[in-house]
């Protein structure tokens, strides 16, 4: 009966696969160093081996869509046309009109603040002396009825 010799191939089957995956790891940080556009055909040619092996080495694969992605160009933003730009005078219009309610805004909350304060005093001086202030002043209406 023959020797088994099926150590010999198992052990240089090993060496192939161990050389193939030097190979890759090698293209791949070669193509990474010198910038070179990296995609699985260009490693897969780059190392000798086939793109399906590559899809099939799990840390490969990852570490190539990686590179990939981070030197894939970003999309420049697309400029906005002339005619759909605001000029200078609709833009000092749009500010003059937000300053504008601005002051609006801020003169209401002055007589609201004053209107308030003054139906307060009433109330306290209707609760301390037992009071009840005259329904006609202008407070009273700017409130309602308490």
Do not use: K
């Amino acid at each position: 009966m023959p020797d088994d010799n099926s150590h010999l191939i198992v052990d240089s089957a090993r060496r192939r696969a161990a050389a193939t995956r030097r190979r890759a790891v090698s293209a791949l940080r070669r193509m990474d160093a010198t910038g070179s556009v990296i995609t699985f055909e260009a490693v897969a040619r780059e190392a000798g081996v086939s793109r399906s092996w590559l899809y099939n080495q799990p840390d490969l694969r990852a570490e190539i869509e990686r590179l990939r992605a981070r030197h894939r160009p970003v999309p420049a933003a697309r400029p906005v046309p002339d005619r759909q730009r605001a000029s200078e005078a609709s833009l000092l219009r749009r500010l003059e009109a937000a300053t504008e309610r601005t002051r609006q805004l801020e003169e209401e909350n002055r007589e609201l603040r004053q209107s308030l304060a003054l139906a307060l005093g009433e109330r306290r001086t209707s609760d301390v002396c037992g009071v009840r202030a005259a329904a006609t002043s202008p407070v009273a209406r700017a409130i309602g009825p308490c």
